[in-house]
């Protein structure tokens, strides 16, 4: 499939990510590279192949659902950027 | 010095815990090889303690005083992570990786944290934010990814064991470049709590460690259910180390000779069929199975990998950990913060990871991608009906220099051909050291093992190391 400036430029938008015009241009190559290899895939016969999304052999262990010791709140201010009375600060959202 | 040596000095009184660990501490700091992003400052004190319980008789267990580095995505409090990152250069630790834990309740000092590819998504340790690590044995040529701090590290003799993590051969590719041993689990044999997340169907935690005896001491120490990580299994405790004694007479070593076809490195070719020889020698059977899939593996890796990439990293917004950009509008905050925040491979990666899912290449890229990797999982399990273990190359060359493949990112990936399969299947393998080039640069043999069955994967490992000397 051909790789163009718009579909990269679409999905910088979907992952919230910012390039220069330049960027874009070796980034297309680079992309386009990249599905051309990745393309290969269609040509494996899948038809006998019944799950969907997720094939994984392991089972999700759900523990018991109790109240365990958990982080202090008062510990998160260590790690986030700007923390208040016990809330992450965000810019004003609402006028 | 490996674990058990180490133990030997530590028991007969010629050394002690705090001797091992300034030891290392001082070849950190004088190593200018690029391998550890930080200090423990905990770990003098910490050792102190181990020679005390040691002297009173109460050593906690093989590993109590034995100085490890942790890759630098796993939280260890009074730390930071980050992941070799911009975006979490200043990241503090909160809480302790379940493995950190398990180590430290074995008594191992953890002495510091290794640099490691930016997230874990890259092959030779070039993607980092703090610049390449170098290798040990050539200072030219890369470590191997994304584990590289980790795997020099142990090679280079500032620790005597280390943590990696490996999603598609992060632990076994830098293990094969720098002469270690590297070892990735079954899929839920150890916890991945507090363990930074890249693919979560992918990801696990691996010791990389000097011998093969030292590799099973270690899984002894981190393997078990662990109630925080919903992936964890519950499996019954093995005795690996106890169980390590490279008899593997009468076994079978499933090999595809048209895996070969795929390594133009004609010294992995050669110690290849000189590792088959020596396994014969010591009375395996080499039985023919088929791989022809594993041609297909890398594509599916790098669509379901970068998949659950950009989904694991949408938290990286700004707003509860990380950078954050300075701006005043939340939108653009998170746009700013992201960008200023991530690395060219990262943004790739994230970028790969919405086309395959978003709308109208889902079902094309995703769903087919999936579909693949039970037909890959079905072919090696076809494979475990007629051996006991598979043999491949861990890699297709010896460790390549600093900047020879950056320029590609498509060629980088390509290093991974023979362990990503190993990843979309749960199942175990490790890659054994087993001769050199002319260059004097190791070659890496990988074994494969059937789910949970790490006892024969060791004892193959075992005998071809003894092989090696």
Not at chain 2, 32 to 39: G, T, V
Request: charged content about 25%; glycine content about 6%.
């Amino acid at each position: 499939m051909e790789i163009t400036v718009d579909l990269i430029e679409h999905l910088a938008r979907l992952s919230k990510l910012e390039f220069t015009k330049q960027e874009t241009a070796v980034f297309k190559e680079e992309f386009a590279d990249i599905v051309k290899h990745i393309d290969n895939i269609q040509k494996i016969n899948t038809d006998d192949v019944v799950c969907e999304n997720e094939c994984l052999d392991a089972e999700n262990e759900l523990r018991e659902d109790k109240v365990l010791t958990n982080i202090d709140r008062s510990q998160l201010q260590k790690i986030a950027p700007e923390f208040e009375r016990g809330c992450f600060v965000v810019p004003l959202v609402v006028e | 010095m490996d674990i058990i040596e180490a133990k030997k000095l530590l028991e007969n009184k010629l050394t002690t815990s705090e001797n091992l660990v300034k030891n290392c501490l001082q070849k950190i700091e004088k190593s200018d090889l690029n391998l550890i992003n930080s200090i423990c400052a905990d770990a003098i004190e910490k050792a102190k303690q181990s020679d005390e319980r040691r002297a009173s008789g109460k050593s906690l267990s093989i590993l109590d005083g034995i100085p490890i580095v942790i890759k630098d995505n796993i939280n260890k409090i009074g730390t930071k992570t980050t992941c070799s990152s911009n975006f979490l250069k200043n990241n503090a630790s909160i809480y302790d990786a379940t493995v950190v834990q398990k180590l430290e309740q074995a008594g191992a000092i953890i002495v510091a944290k290794a640099n490691m590819d930016e997230f874990a998504m890259g092959s030779s340790n070039e993607n980092s934010a703090f610049g390449p690590a170098k290798n040990p044995l050539n200072n030219n040529r890369v470590t191997g990814g994304s584990s590289g701090g980790s795997a020099g590290a142990v090679a280079g003799d500032l620790c005597i064991a280390s943590l990696g993590t490996d999603t598609g051969g992060s632990v076994r590719q830098p293990a094969s470049f720098c002469g270690v041993v590297g070892l990735k689990p079954t899929y839920g044999l150890i916890s991945r709590f507090g363990v930074v997340a890249f693919a979560s169907s992918l990801d696990q935690v691996g010791p990389l460690t000097k011998t093969v005896k030292d590799s099973a001491i270690m899984l002894d120490c981190l393997a078990g259910f662990d109630e925080k990580e919903n992936t964890s299994a519950k499996q019954e405790k093995n005795n690996y180390y106890d169980n390590v004694d490279g008899k593997i007479s009468g076994l079978k070593v499933g090999f595809d000779k048209n895996l070969l076809n795929k390594v133009e490195d004609k010294t992995v070719v050669e110690q290849v069929k000189k590792s088959i020889e020596h396994l014969k020698k010591n009375g395996a059977e080499i039985v023919d199975v088929d791989l022809s899939i594993f041609e297909y593996a890398i594509d599916v890796y790098y669509i379901l990998a970068s998949a659950e990439a950009s989904s694991n990293l949408g938290r990286f917004d700004g707003v509860r950990f990380g950078t954050r950009a300075d701006i005043n509008n939340l939108s653009e905050l998170y746009l700013k913060s992201r960008t200023e925040g991530f690395g060219k491979e990262v943004k790739r990666r994230i970028m790969l990871g919405n086309f395959v899912l978003s709308s109208g290449y889902f079902d094309a890229y995703y769903k087919k991608a999936q579909k693949v990797r039970e037909k890959i999982k079905q072919q090696v399990q076809n494979c475990f009906e007629k051996c006991n273990v598979i043999l491949t190359p861990t890699t297709p060359t010896v460790a390549f220099e600093i900047g020879e493949k950056t320029h590609s990112p498509l060629e980088m990936y390509l290093e991974d051909i023979f362990t990503v399969p190993v990843n979309m299947i749960e199942m175990p393998a490790i890659s054994v050291p087993f001769g050199k080039n002319k260059d004097n640069m190791p070659v890496g043999i990988q074994f494969i093992a059937n789910k949970f069955d790490e006892k024969t994967l060791f004892n193959f490992a075992e005998c071809l190391e003894r092989g090696n000397k």
